[in-house]
């Protein structure tokens, strides 16, 4: 089989799989729906593998193609068609992509069973993960837009799945709204390119732009930070990183799938993607290294202080891509990549170690931390899992993380000048990183178990009446709510089963690229690349196992300050919050960015809205435009009725006062 049909099936599966279960869910009885799912993403990473297999048996040259169903567009000089771009940059997405999303579908078989939702959940997964690989796969920046539309609207429909709680429908919007920003600029950034270059597919794109632009031209600037801003509203970066957070009112395992899998690597997807263009911008693709190590900062540090553990995770997620985004942006392709691959790994398997513990601690799904503690004997494989996610986050020593975080770092400084202030920055950030990772370890997995531990140690999952975490308001499960029931994975083996694979690819996922050792990704990946100016700058093993060595040292303290702040002195945390309360304060209200957004944004567009309709729309036109004419023709039509009377007379009499007027008039301008 072909790299080409295999990629073609790739998407076709997961598509089929959402109008399977969308047209047949009422005759779908029990888990039939989540299996159906699951299995079209399966069968997507098996004709992934088989497009690797293929792809690998051509010539290094010769590992980009492209394949055409229709032309989606062909009128007054536009072309784009309906077509497909199989290399290994895409490849090693849609891998990445099916292999994980597939995990996700496996776990959620068992964690959304009792959901009334339960067949709409997996057609809206389905379609999620189609929407992406459209997306990676899209041979041109028509299909890309597409893809990129898609998968904004699956977010939205996922995010606000439970959609009578207001908060969920509210943070759905909200995610919609600021990827909306996003769209706009990508859609902006098509256009100038498209204008400049005549072209729409990647190859033609990047030949004009050699032939168009000079080095920082400002068109291409303009261009490439348009793209920075689709990139940034996909990938949760300053300033369009808000709606994430709030992106936790969906299920667990959507947030796994939106966080580790898909629609956050969107934006280093893109930027990889168009690196061409980005080394003719240079000063764009610095933009977007500031950007990304700004927001690995600020969401560390937030992350320090959130207690509620799916948010923990999810602004360890916002901070891990900025790593990404510095990777690509500062042309750390190969590196920026392999930490997505890694991430994917080991933060799903920790947002599913949450849901996990969120389950034991009832239908509400309290995530609080300040409410856990003493989960390790109750959940020993939860808590196993969980503590190796953990490790990888941290960039323990020898785990995926450690391999991926250390390249980027260690390109930079091999860069020189003020990349090695990035260098520098990042290995503060992997310090904080650490922290934060073993707080939530500390925190709720060990101490004095709260009463829904104990519980599970007794051998029944704590039960509370259904009810709204956020807001406390009580929930009625027939629909539109969280199911009734309690999956935990020491419990249900399809979560066992997916967060083994993921735990297991956590600690061993860096094989692919051990300086000195393996090569494996960097040789796969470079046919994409090798026309970048930087694709030989690759640091030396030694340099490479230098920076380790500090990655490892750093990681190890964070961990320690971790146990001696959690568990060695127990209320130290307390202690410091009361010592710099405006610090905790500040970041306790995540750098008070949704409170500018509020003052800067959301109230003075309501205060005009309010204007327009009570100004504008009510007085002006209600009552002067359309009340005016109203008055104008009441008059007329009153006049007109009290002339027509029926009497000749006087119809003979208005006739002959009108060609007296007539006769006066031309009397007066012939004189």
Not at 221 to 238: E, P
Not at 293 to 321: C, E, F, N, P, W
Not at 541 to 559: D, H, N, P, Q, R
Request: glycine residues 10%; charged residues 15%; hydrophobic residues 55%.
């Amino acid at each position: 089989m072909s790299a080409t049909t295999a990629a073609w099936l790739v998407l076709a599966l997961p598509l089929a799989g959402t109008i399977v279960i969308s047209v047949f869910w009422k005759l779908l009885p029990g888990r039939t729906a989540g299996w159906i799912g699951t299995g079209a993403i399966f069968g997507s990473f098996v004709f992934a593998l088989l497009a690797l297999a293929d792809l690998q048996d051509h010539a290094e040259e010769e590992r980009q193609l492209t394949s055409n169903l229709f032309d989606y567009v062909n009128t007054a000089g536009v072309k784009a068609g309906m077509g497909i771009l199989v290399d290994p940059l895409s490849v090693m997405v849609i891998l990445v992509v099916t292999g994980v999303s597939a995990l996700i579908h496996l776990y959620s078989v068992a964690y959304m069973d009792s959901d009334e939702g339960y067949r709409r959940y997996f057609a809206y997964l389905n379609f999620f993960v189609f929407s992406m690989l459209l997306l990676v796969l899209g041979g041109n920046l028509v299909v890309l837009i597409i893809g990129w539309a898609f998968v904004g609207f699956a977010s939205y429909a996922l995010i606000s799945f439970w959609y009578r709680r207001r908060t969920a429908t509210k943070a759905g919007m909200k995610a919609f709204v600021i990827n909306v920003v996003g769209d706009v600029g990508l859609v902006l950034a098509a256009f100038l390119l498209f204008r400049d270059s005549g072209a729409l597919d990647y190859e033609g794109v990047f030949r004009g732009a050699q032939d168009v632009y000079t080095i920082n031209d400002g068109t291409l600037i303009a261009a490439c930070c348009l793209l920075l801003v689709g990139a940034f509203a996909k990938s949760a970066q300053i300033p369009l990183h808000t709606w994430l957070a709030d992106a936790m009112e969906g299920p667990t395992p959507v947030s796994a799938l939106i966080h580790a899998a898909t629609m956050v690597t969107a934006g280093v997807y893109l930027i990889a993607r168009t690196h061409p263009l980005f080394e003719l911008a240079p000063a764009a693709a610095d933009i977007g290294a500031i950007i990304g190590l700004l927001t690995l900062i600020m969401a560390g540090t937030i992350a320090l202080v959130v207690t509620d553990l799916k948010r923990i995770i999810a602004y360890s997620t916002i901070s891990q891509i900025g790593y990404m985004v510095v990777g690509v942006s500062t042309f750390a392709h190969v590196a920026g990549l392999f930490h997505l691959m890694t991430h994917a790994f080991f933060k799903a398997l920790l947002f599913m170690g949450a849901g996990s513990v969120i389950s034991a601690m009832g239908v509400g799904g309290d995530a609080s931390i300040d409410k856990m503690g003493g989960f390790r004997k109750a959940m020993p494989f939860t808590f196993i899992t969980f503590t190796i996610g953990a490790l990888a986050l941290a960039a323990f020593p020898l785990t995926s993380g450690f391999f991926s975080k250390d390249a980027i770092l260690a390109f930079d400084w091999e860069r020189g000048g003020g990349y090695r202030v990035i260098t520098v920055l990042g290995f503060l950030a992997a310090l904080i990183t650490a922290l934060y990772a073993f707080r939530m370890v500390f925190r709720v997995f060990f101490g004095e178990p709260v009463p829904a531990a104990r519980e599970l140690e007794e051998g029944h999952v704590h039960h509370e009446p259904p009810h709204n975490p956020g807001t406390g308001e009580p929930e009625d499960t027939d629909v539109g709510y969280p199911g009734p029931d309690h999956a935990i994975a020491e419990r249900a083996w399809p979560m066992k089963a997916a967060m083994s694979v993921l735990a297991f690819l956590s600690l061993i996922g860096g094989i692919a690229l051990v300086p000195g050792v393996t090569k494996t990704l960097e040789e796969f990946l470079h046919p994409s690349f090798e026309d970048s100016k930087f694709a030989e700058m690759v640091p030396s093993a030694g340099t490479e196992w230098t920076f380790g060595a500090v990655g490892a040292v750093v990681s190890l303290a964070g961990i320690a300050m971790a146990y001696m702040i959690w568990m060695r002195r127990p209320g130290l945390s307390a202690r410091l919050v009361e010592r710099f309360p405006r610090v905790h304060a500040f970041l306790a209200n995540k750098w008070y960015w949704d409170e500018l957004y509020d003052y800067g944004v959301v109230r003075p567009m309501s205060a005009f809205g309010n204007f327009g309709r009570g100004v504008i729309e009510t007085r002006f036109v209600q009552d002067t435009i359309i009340g005016g004419a109203v008055g104008i023709v009441r008059v007329g039509t009153s006049f007109a009725r009290s002339v027509q009377s029926g009497y000749l007379r006087a119809y003979a009499l208005l006739l002959l006062m009108g060609m007296f007027g007539l006769a006066l008039y031309f009397l007066i301008v012939s004189s």
